[in-house]
Every structure is written in C-alpha cells, then in structure tokens.
C-alpha cells in the first residue's frame, strides 16, 4: 500500500486519479484551509483518508481522521512506497 502525502489542494485529483483503493492519502498543510472543496472531491472516494494537524483533539474533518505528528510518522513506518505531492 502507498502512501500519498498531499500537501496542495490542487494535486488531490492527479493523486485520487492514480492511487488504488487500498493506498492512505495523508492531506496536509494547505489542504486543512480547504476543507468544503476537498469534502466534495473526497466524498466516495476508497482510500483511507487522514488528516494531519497538531490539533487532533478539535479537528473533525467531514472524510477521514485526524492524526498527529505520532499517526504521521507510524503512518510512514506502515507504509512502503509513499510518494510526496506538492
């Protein structure tokens, strides 16, 4: 399973286009401040969907969870490929 660390809004279609069902997609930075566009392109979408802040405990995005720099870095350790989107 692959890993896909995004980190713009604008690389989620290329990368839903390409991954398989069973790869995570890991949406950071500029993606939080984009939530209501990416709820629509996310919604139905197979993968597992997480999203990283530092603040998990408020976060409550519509798709996926929220993870914290731990989920990040055990997410990386579960995972082989992971490819970066910026």
Same mark, same amino acid.
């Given at each position: 399973m692959t890993l896909h660390i995004v980190s713009k809004p604008s690389d989620i279609g290329r990368c839903l286009d390409i991954?398989? /069902?069973?790869?995570?997609?890991?949406? !950071? /930075? /500029?993606?939080?401040?984009? !939530? /209501? !566009?990416?709820c629509c392109v996310l919604k139905g979408a197979p993968q597992e969907i997480y999203w990283l802040t530092d603040q998990v405990e408020t976060a409550t995005p519509e798709y996926g969870a929220a993870i914290d720099y731990e989920g990040f870095v055990a997410l990386c350790e579960a995972h082989t490929p992971i490819q970066s989107w910026y």
């Amino acid at each position: 399973m692959t890993l896909h660390i995004v980190s713009k809004p604008s690389d989620i279609g290329r990368c839903l286009d390409i991954s398989r /069902e069973q790869d995570v997609l890991l949406l !950071t /930075e /500029e993606c939080w401040g984009a !939530t /209501e !566009t990416l709820c629509c392109v996310l919604k139905g979408a197979p993968q597992e969907i997480y999203w990283l802040t530092d603040q998990v405990e408020t976060a409550t995005p519509e798709y996926g969870a929220a993870i914290d720099y731990e989920g990040f870095v055990a997410l990386c350790e579960a995972h082989t490929p992971i490819q970066s989107w910026y």
